[in-house]
């Protein structure tokens, strides 16, 4: 027998204990935190601004609910533009304890009149615009906002908006906000009204100046608060005349979309060669639905249906509960691996089969869902390799069907062949985004839950600056338009025609437990979002994890999906890692295929409620990646 040598019982005992640390349990690994969990008895608001949270607790202090709450959270981030404005897109998950049933707000807008394929390729576009009035779909956010205070809050319109309208009158603008404004002057100039809201010091003779506010300065939107008024006051005339409180809010919601401020929007976004027409506006609505849900280990987790990328997630889920991920080890070699296998599979199906439930053709959604489909695709996980060129699966079979675009799954690449077209990524004149600040591109995210047991979880976005303001109503519209595709090869499900939402990256989270609520969660970052979120629930639910240990952990980041912004980009093989996974994990997983690449800190800035039952408590988190905040009582 052959005794082994001293520097070769090194090397051993050397990668034994690199092997044995990567399958420490994760508590062990994130102890710390940057910032503390809120523990609430009463309460919980959490949103991506501290003024926005202390919107909430002003709710809640007035006798509100968790969805007054939010809904003053909503107001108040949409009037700071954290990284939305009020012409957006408004989705959320709420719980309802007098059912016992979660249900979903879709307040997405639609495209307008004339947005068709044609149109767009006519402009010499291969994808519809990433801002500007052409990018425009119908606004969602003050629908969705009136719609769910309505339905499920219990304040005045006036209350909840009042914070949101004192924002207006004013408030400190913050330096990274207006640096970016300042950043973004030469598309915003170009827009008159955009140029009075956002430019307040432009002076076409001196370029040099600064047109922006400058960090501090009173930021003021005096056109906005006259909408909000305009709001408001129709709120209070209705009550006047006998109105119940949710027809008198809904009397404001008609207001916007029906009224003098939706004849104002449409004037405006015409005048600057948008499509949006009076009609689109008055025939759009907000819709009350049922989510989609899977149960992962006895916890059903809900996301919203295919007009998000949610149940991609859900998708992935399936995958990975045929794994032991807990033996593996918390982002060990392994781990990492079959993660991103399993995101693999589950977003090439998101790029194919995603798009509106609303409009034909109908997607294939209990099919995607299907634990056995999930058993199938399972398969396809390589143990020890990256696969860079697979194609979405074939879910019909598993809802008894037949899939009607199965020639264009069998053509079907990873990466877009318009991607691929000289000049792509520089698709519009002067883009706003490189493909990684699309891919990475925020909003915010808002939780809050109560005492009674009412829970939500929303993802706003759109209308992000640079915003096109139409009018002197302040309302910047959304730039959502650009998640559409014009051609039935990337995605027959989600070519651009009037009336149909684009399927969008934002995606709120809710798990349920012995049918009680177990956690809320949400993150902004576009397609980084069911990423971030599926690690998230996985440290929770695997790792024991603590709340804030979970928002703040150090996640991994595929870039192997399609961007839903931009030229639509895809980069197989491309992983993002912080320096806490080991040398030894990356140079693995190098060995794998992977294009690893190290950054100090993966785009993560997550949002969540967790639910102690043992205590009956209340446990919040915001994550320390940016401005996200919280308040708990």
């Not at 401020?261 to 008055?282: F, N, P, S, W, Y």
């Not at 691996?337 to 399993?342: I, R, V």
């Amino acid at each position: 027998m052959i005794k082994p040598t001293l520097p070769r019982l090194l090397r051993q005992a050397t990668l034994a204990t690199v092997i044995c640390a990567l399958a420490l349990p994760a508590t062990s690994l994130a102890q710390k935190t940057a910032r503390p969990v809120l523990l609430g008895k009463h309460w919980v608001a959490v949103t991506g601004k501290p003024q926005g949270a202390t919107a909430g607790a002003m709710m809640f202090q007035q006798g509100g609910n968790a969805i007054d709450a939010a809904a003053a959270m909503l107001a108040v981030t949409s009037t700071m533009w954290d990284v939305l404005g009020w012409g957006g897109e408004t989705q959320a998950l709420i719980y309802n304890p007098h059912t016992g049933k979660v249900k979903g707000i879709n307040a997405l807008g639609v495209a307008p009149t004339g947005a068709t394929p044609e149109f767009f390729r006519d402009q010499g576009m291969l994808y519809p615009p990433e801002y500007g009035p052409l990018a425009a779909v119908t606004p969602g956010t003050p629908g969705g906002l009136m719609v769910m205070l309505a339905e499920f809050g219990r304040l005045s319109l006036a209350q909840v908006l009042a914070p949101a309208m004192e924002m207006a009158r004013g408030y400190p603008i913050e330096e990274t906000q207006a640096r970016f404004i300042e950043s973004r002057r030469d598309i915003l100039q170009q827009w008159p009204d955009s140029r009075r809201v956002f430019l307040p010091h432009y002076d076409a003779d001196t370029p040099e100046q600064r047109a922006a506010p400058a960090p501090g300065e009173i930021f003021r939107q005096p056109d906005l608060l006259a909408t909000l008024e305009k709001l408001v006051a129709t709120e209070a005339e209705a009550l006047a005349a006998g109105s119940d409180r949710k027809a008198a809010i809904m009397a404001a919601n008609d207001r916007f979309y029906r009224g003098d401020i939706a004849a104002e929007i449409v004037r405006a976004t015409r005048e600057q060669g948008g499509l949006i027409t009076a009609g689109d506006l008055a025939n759009w609505e907000v819709i009350i639905e049922e989510p989609v849900s899977v149960s992962y280990r006895g916890i059903d987790v809900y996301k919203l249906t295919t007009w998000t990328q949610g149940p991609a997630m859900l998708q992935a889920l399936n995958l990975l509960e045929g794994f032991d991920l807990r033996a593996m080890g918390y982002n060990s070699t392994r781990y990492i691996h079959t993660l991103y296998q399993a995101m693999n599979l589950a977003f090439a199906d998101r790029d194919f089969y995603y798009g509106d439930p609303y409009v034909a053709p109908e997607e294939p959604v209990a099919g995607l869902l299907s634990k056995k489909y999930a058993e199938q695709r399972r398969q396809l996980m390589p143990a020890d390799q990256n696969l860079t060129d697979l194609k979405p699966g074939d879910p019909y079979p598993f809802q008894g069907g037949n899939n009607p675009f199965e020639a264009l799954r069998q053509a079907w690449t990873p990466i877009p062949p318009a991607a691929e077209a000289e000049g792509a990524e520089g698709f519009q004149q002067a883009s706003t985004m490189s493909a990684d600040e699309a891919f990475l591109a925020g909003t915010t995210s808002i939780q809050a839950a109560d005492a009674e047991g009412w829970v939500i979880s929303v993802t706003p976005s759109g209308g992000w600056i640079p915003a096109f303001v139409a009018g002197n109503t302040g309302v910047g519209l959304s730039q959502r338009m650009q998640s559409f595709v014009l051609e039935e090869a990337l995605n027959p499900y989600n070519v651009v025609q009037p009336g149909q939402r684009p399927r969008v990256t934002l995606t709120p989270s809710m798990a349920l437990q012995d049918g009680k609520p177990l956690m809320a969660f949400s993150v902004q970052g576009g397609d980084t979002q069911d990423q971030n979120l599926l690690q998230f629930f996985l440290n929770m639910v695997e790792f024991d994890m603590n709340v804030q240990q979970a928002a703040e952990a150090h996640n991994i980041l595929s870039y192997q999906l399609q961007s839903s912004f931009g030229a639509h980009q895809a980069q197989p093989g491309r992983l993002q890692v912080t320096p806490l996974v080991s040398p030894f994990t990356r140079a693995e997983l190098s060995r794998m295929g992977y294009e690893v690449e190290v950054v100090e800190r993966t785009y993560n800035p997550t949002t969540a409620i967790w639910f102690d039952r043992e205590h009956g408590t209340l446990h919040g988190a915001a994550s320390d990646y940016g401005d996200d905040y919280g308040i708990a009582w």
